[in-house]
């Protein structure tokens, strides 16, 4: 069964744009990624994952799961 939490989502994707905006490193890794034909969401996709902050919003949810 996939689960698939629309927030989270959405929060993953605006954390993926600002790093974007405002971290030089996950610029030039969006530029990469773009310049390699991909779309605009499609590359805010893959900077998710790969940008060192994505993790937070992922530890916290899942903790608050557990704490509740």
């Given at each position: 069964?996939?689960?698939?939490?629309?927030?989270?989502?959405?929060?993953?994707?605006?954390?993926a744009?600002?790093?974007?905006?405002?971290?030089?490193?996950?610029?030039?890794?969006?530029?990469?990624?773009?310049?390699?034909?991909?779309?605009?969401?499609?590359?805010?996709?893959q900077?998710?994952?790969?940008?060192?902050?994505?993790?937070?919003?992922?530890?916290?949810?899942?903790?608050?799961?557990?704490?509740?």
């Amino acid at each position: 069964m996939f689960v698939h939490n629309d927030r989270l989502v959405d929060a993953l994707h605006n954390q993926a744009h600002a790093a974007m905006l405002h971290d030089p490193g996950a610029r030039a890794y969006y530029q990469e990624l773009r310049s390699r034909e991909m779309n605009h969401n499609a590359a805010l996709r893959q900077l998710g994952p790969d940008h060192p902050l994505a993790r937070i919003p992922v530890f916290l949810t899942l903790t608050d799961q557990v704490a509740d």
